[in-house]
């Protein structure tokens, strides 16, 4: 069965200070993946998707970055955290018409 | 632009008490419509919609698609204070990425 990791679980970071988050699936190839960021109590913003190695589109400008260095590795990243970049981010894979999420990571940046 | 529009935003009744949230959604190739439970972390399925008008059941949750209005209702019946949650609706159209559209959710509260 498939299974998505994503570690920190929850992290509170300085402001301007370096973030990697990072996700991996298992029991799966070649997935489509994606980044989330959602606000306290709302909905999801898609930040990243990727198709494959290497293949990152982003979806709205910011302070974000991602990578996706293996087939079921996917790396969101910052040089320098703004206080805006706090909220819960998930990572996301997909199977046909689902999408299924990882536990999240809870970021907080002071 | 493909959207899709939950109400209400939020809401809070009473133990027992029946509830439906709305989706409504525009986008160009509609392919399915998904409705998520998220607790305290990530969201957990609770159904898939293809066709309108067949409605998918489980325990005290239904729901309905109507293609030609368009939109999809989420019913719970007899709520349990364990319902309360954030319930998010989603639209994946047809499109080559996955890339499914969510709406801001419905915060529902159960009060004992």
């Known amino acids: 069965s498939q299974t998505i990791h994503q570690w920190p679980a929850t992290l509170v970071q300085p402001v301007g200070s370096p973030l990697s988050l990072e996700c991996t699936v298992e029991?799966?190839?070649?997935?489509?993946l994606y980044w989330y960021r959602q606000a306290a109590g709302r909905g999801l913003q898609l930040l990243f998707y990727?198709?494959?190695?290497?293949?990152i589109s982003s979806e709205v400008p910011q302070n974000l970055s991602a990578s996706r260095p293996q087939d079921r590795q996917f790396i969101l990243s910052s040089k320098k955290l703004l206080l805006s970049d706090s909220g819960f981010y998930l990572c996301a894979w997909s199977r046909r018409n689902e999408q299924f999420f990882g536990p999240g990571t809870r970021l907080t940046v002071l | 632009e493909d959207k899709v529009v939950q109400s209400p935003l939020s809401l809070v009744v009473h133990e027992g008490d029946t509830v439906t949230l709305n989706c409504s959604y525009e986008v160009t190739n509609f392919r399915s419509l998904l409705w998520y439970k998220q607790e305290k972390k990530a969201p957990t399925f609770l159904f898939m919609l293809?066709?309108?008008?067949i409605e998918k059941k489980s325990g005290r949750l239904s729901s309905i698609l109507d293609k030609k209005e368009p939109f999809s209702i989420l019913n719970i019946t007899a709520t349990q204070t364990g319902d309360s949650a954030i319930y998010l609706c989603a639209v994946n159209p047809m499109n080559r990425d996955d890339k499914i559209i969510f709406g801001k959710g419905t915060r529902l509260h159960i009060l004992p």
């Open positions: 293809t066709s309108s008008g």
């Open positions: 029991g799966t190839s070649n997935p489509n």
């Open positions: 990727s198709v494959g190695i290497g293949q």
